[in-house]
């Protein structure tokens, strides 16, 4: 048993549940340093946007709760990594660092430290926590990753069934040293605060994460074959929470091959298989850190996108647009932080191809607006609906919102919560013509055409 202090440096992995370098450390015996870093300043890191800012507070604040109640404190620091957690080591005379794995490009910022701390003599070991299956595990007969979905998931449940998750720790010998306040990080808005739809809707934490999870198993998952229909309650919500890591995906696997109703065990197989979108997300990412800035198709670089007219971009932002559909998911994400999925699609065709405003403009709006905005799902998903990403076939398909409404909306139930004003003077023309703007995209297609041949 060690009685030096061992530092658990957490990330995206919140939770004292099923989190691996936590439980390696309390394993290890002696003193835990349990610590948040705000790192902006990295070169590879991505500040995060209002809305995931928001969660964050909500979600430290749980954390240090449940720390607390197993006898540790959660430490704040902020400032890059490179810097911040060598200072830590020498701060607390540790001689181990745990971490659970990041797949983006901060991974680069983590290998340089495990590097120079190794040589320094401090043990660091790295666990897989936020992924049911490693990127580098998963590949094809050629040995290269995956550029469509079903082969990926496919091998992905042929290589075997992920790991039970890990019981929390029943009780952390912590640490306590000097750390930040988090209020001074000043993550809430105030000056507005525009963060009241966003209170009604989350209940950031492990706890509230769990009981999400609970409540999907016990009632959405039995309607989870209609999760493309926006005005029902049938898909599970839980992506803000495995984004921050308040619950792990190995925590979702195992809830629901537990006792379900028949209904539910007929949809499980689907609603696991969009896990698996989550998982093919961070498996491009892996490969390509630059996902959110440079096209995946490279041929791509020749799609003629127009300069954003500054009035549409805003009527889109603010669902503005005349194009009802548009316009319910648009408020719901400036009111909830979060979109229904089948309505982000909508959205994001509407921007890219009816507009032709790239798809790196539309990525930065949800980037501070989603509370489950995630380097790998967001621009994955952009680039998906722009066609220049990995499995976009055909690339050049173009949602018509209009029949998106009749077919998933017909009722009207999700369009009428958002935009009760549809269909009354008072609602405005829409921006664009959608049949002349589609022919002007399947031109601009053209050129993908072109550059590919």
């Not at 499995?391 to 919560?417: C, H, S, T």
Request: glycine share 8%.
């Amino acid at each position: 048993m060690s009685t030096s202090a061992s530092i658990v440096w957490l990330r995206d992995d919140l939770r004292v549940a099923d989190n691996p370098a936590l439980s390696a450390a309390v394993d290890r015996g002696g003193p835990v340093v349990v610590v948040y870093l705000l790192d902006e300043q990295s070169p590879a890191a991505r500040p995060l946007g209002g809305a995931s800012r928001w969660w964050l507070h909500g979600s430290l604040t749980a954390l240090a709760d449940d720390l607390a109640a197993l006898g540790a404190s959660l430490t704040l620091r902020r400032g890059p990594a490179s810097d911040v957690i060598p200072a830590l080591v020498a701060d607390t005379g540790a001689d181990a660092v745990f971490w659970n794995r990041r797949y983006g490009a901060m991974r680069e910022v983590d290998a340089a430290l495990k590097s120079r701390l190794t040589d320094e003599g401090v043990l660091v070991t790295s666990f897989a926590a936020s992924l049911l299956y490693e990127p580098w595990r998963i590949t094809s007969g050629s040995g290269d990753p995956y550029r469509v979905f079903t082969p990926f998931w496919r091998a992905c449940l042929a290589s075997g069934d992920p790991r039970p998750p890990l019981p929390a720790p029943t009780a952390i010998d912590g640490l306590v040293i000097e750390g930040d306040e988090l209020d001074d990080w000043a993550l809430l808005p105030t000056r507005p605060d525009w963060a009241a739809g966003l209170r009604e809707a989350w209940t950031p934490g492990s706890a509230g994460a769990h009981d999400r999870l609970e409540r999907f198993v016990e009632h959405g998952l039995a309607l989870y074959h209609r999760r493309d229909e926006p005005g029902v309650e049938a898909t599970s919500r839980l992506s803000p929470h495995l984004r921050f890591g308040e619950l792990s995906p190995f925590e979702v696997w195992a809830r629901v091959h537990q006792t379900l109703t028949p209904d539910a065990v007929s949809n499980r197989a689907k609603f696991l298989s969009e896990i698996g979108w989550r998982e093919f997300s961070y498996t491009i990412l892996f490969g390509r850190p630059d996902l959110g800035r440079a096209n995946f198709r490279p041929e791509f670089d020749a799609f003629p996108w127009g300069e954003p007219d500054a009035g549409q971009l805003e009527a889109w932002q603010h669902g503005q647009t005349g194009i009802p559909i548009v316009d319910a998911g648009m408020r719901e994400l400036w009111t909830t932080g979060y979109m229904h999925n089948r309505v982000r699609m909508i959205v994001a065709s509407f921007l890219t191809k009816n507009l032709l405003v790239d798809w790196r403009t539309g990525e930065e709006w949800f980037w501070d607006t989603l509370v489950d905005a995630d380097e790998a799902s967001n621009a994955a998903s952009w680039q998906w609906v722009a066609g220049s990403g990995a499995d976009a076939a055909p690339y050049f398909r173009i949602f018509n919102p209009m029949l998106q409404a009749e077919k998933f909306d017909p009722r009207g139930d999700y369009v009428n919560r958002w935009v009760p004003e549809a269909g009354t003077p008072g609602y405005p023309p829409p921006i664009v013509d959608l049949k002349a703007s589609r022919a002007e995209a399947l031109a601009a297609y053209d050129a993908v055409k072109a550059a590919k041949a």
